[in-house]
């Protein structure tokens, strides 16, 4: 079952924060956070093993609610590198080594 | 540190042509998989192996797709009797358990079927 995004797009000004959220209808093992940019392979950005955790590194950070089976990705003061499209993956706990990844999240920093 | 590398990176061919793709994922990691990204979607799994062995296909992928891992080294996708459907860009990525199966990706093979 593909996990849920929201919203599908946004548009940022330099500096200006965003939320991208992600949801899945089964019990998770684990969410991944990919950036993707034009015309190249995603990237990693973070996993989230554990109800309640959340990670972050330089100014993305991501939160993970276990329960509601929801994963936030949190980018404070955007750049414009931070341009790309967002995919959170999902595990499950019958197979926590397949990601499925969800439909993405545009985002676009401008100056 | 070299990292998943994909061949071709580009493929046009004519519908009903089989193709085939390699991947060579980073030497220590044991599990690699394949997607297939459509414009303005996320990565749609396709199958994946440990090792030299399959451990699942998507139901949704027909038979005309096939994969192998031979060794446990590199793997190939195949595609027979090409459909313009088939038109995609087709990613690989490898994992290992001591990394939590976080997924390094390939730059993709990206096939146009005319």
Known sequence: ?111 | DTGVSQNPRHKITKRGQNVTFRCDPISEHNRLYWYRQTLGQGPEFLTYFQNEAQLEKSRLLSDRFSAERPKGSFSTLEIQRTEQGDSAMYLCASSFRQNHYEQYFGPGTRLTVT
């Open chain 1, 1 to 111: 079952q593909q996990p849920v995004q929201s919203p599908q797009a946004v548009i940022l000004r330099e500096g200006e924060d965003a939320v991208i959220n992600c949801s899945s209808s089964k019990a998770l093992y684990s969410v991944h956070w990919y950036r993707q940019k034009h015309g190249e392979a995603p990237v990693f950005l973070m996993i989230l093993l554990k109800g309640g955790e959340q990670k972050g590194h330089d100014k993305i950070s991501a939160s993970f609610n276990e329960k509601k089976q929801q994963s936030s990705l949190y980018l404070t003061a955007s750049q414009l590198s931070y341009s790309g499209t967002y995919f959170c993956g999902t595990t499950s706990r019958t197979s926590y080594d397949k990601v499925i990844f969800g439909p993405g999240t545009s985002l676009s920093v401008i100056p």
